[in-house]
Nanobody, 117 residues
């Protein structure tokens, strides 16, 4: 059974930092591209960042220079370090595992990030 379990969300003031973690089980973690998406109230889910199986990171323009995605294949975990947080970063953040070019794609349950002004 595949599980993606996010942690690290919470309430933080603008300018602060949070680190999200996503622990995966039930998949060959090293083969998967791992991503973080977010969904704010009334908005569509959007890609925040992803990291390829080879370790190459990619970011949405809105978070470039503030967020860093990384992965630890030994721990089957992907991280999202979020710095200089803004109120517009407030959303539920979801972890995604995608075995590219297949139908093997999985989602976590999400973790709430709230940034107060």
């Amino acid at each position: 059974q595949v599980q993606l379990v996010e942690s690290g969300g919470g309430l933080v003031q603008a300018g602060g930092s949070l680190r999200l973690s996503c622990a995966a089980s039930g998949i060959s973690f090293g083969l998967y591209a791992m991503g973080w998406y977010r969904q704010a109230p009334g908005k569509q889910r959007e890609l925040v960042a992803f990291i390829t199986s080879g370790g190459n990171p990619n970011y949405a323009d809105s978070v470039k220079g503030r967020f860093t995605i990384s992965r630890d294949n030994a721990k089957n975990t992907v991280y999202l370090q979020m710095n200089s947080l803004k109120p517009e970063d407030t959303a539920v953040y979801y972890c995604n595992a995608d075995l590219l070019y297949t139908d093997h794609e999985y989602w976590g349950q999400g973790t709430q990030v709230t940034v107060s002004s």
